[in-house]
């Protein structure tokens, strides 16, 4: 049976457009796409869903806690489930906030120490080795309650995918450019609705299959 395993943030764990701030929620598994890429891969896949809300690639997060920090929690998915056979890597989006004060090239840096850690020796031996894909996630923008969080951030997400595509070619891993496949709600612009992670879902498919 193979498994996949996807880590990632709020837009991993299947977090709806947001209306009212503080107010939890989640989509079913019909819907989310972690659970519609597993689905198209076929009944014999085994998912392993590693999504956290407000999760960044590389820092301590000074409202939501030090354990948004990928780094540290990377580590702990991998060593929690397996053997694997494929792990998605949706990262980025909050790794954009402003508090954060980082560039594009910032970004894509802490999302190379995530790669570096999934394929070092010490994990690739734990798995017996498993494939990658990076997603990059698709730009936010600058709209509705969680706006303030991410002033300024539209511009430095918008930068992303390039620089994401030219990561995974340097470390030998799949590639997929969510942007262009979805768009981020206008609701809040951040988070993906039904029909985006019914969309997503079907292009992870797709592209795990051609690893």
């Known amino acids: ?11 991993t764990h299947g977090t709806p457009p947001i209306v009212t701030r503080g107010v939890y929620a989640r989509f079913d598994t019909a819907t989310r796409w972690t659970c519609v890429a597993a689905r198209a891969l076929g009944p014999s896949w085994h998912l392993a869903e590693e999504g956290l809300p407000g999760r960044t690639a590389q820092y301590d997060d000074p409202v939501m806690g030090a354990h948004m920090n990928g780094r540290t929690g990377l580590r702990i998915a991998l060593e929690t489930h397996g053997p694997l056979d494929v792990m998605t890597l949706m990262l980025g989006t909050n790794d954009v906030k402003t508090r954060f004060a980082t560039t594009p090239e910032m970004v894509a840096a802490g999302i190379a120490g995530l790669l570096d850690v999934a ?34 951030g539209a511009a430095r997400s918008q930068a992303l995918a390039p620089l994401l595509a ?14 262009r496949v979805i768009e981020v709600s206008p609701v809040d612009g951040v988070h993906f ?19």
């Open 1 to 11: 049976m193979p498994n996949l395993m996807c880590f990632g943030d709020s837009n």
């Open 119 to 152: 394929l070092s020796m010490e994990m690739q031996a734990r798995h017996s080795g498993f494939k990658i894909l990076l997603i990059c996630p698709p730009p936010v923008v600058e709209t509705g309650p969680i706006k303030v969080e991410f002033w300024g």
């Open 166 to 179: 030219d990561l995974a070619q340097s470390r030998g891993v799949g590639f997929l450019d969510a942007g």
């Open 193 to 211: 609705d039904e029909a985006a992670h019914a969309k997503l879902g079907a292009a992870v498919a797709k592209a795990v299959a051609q690893l």
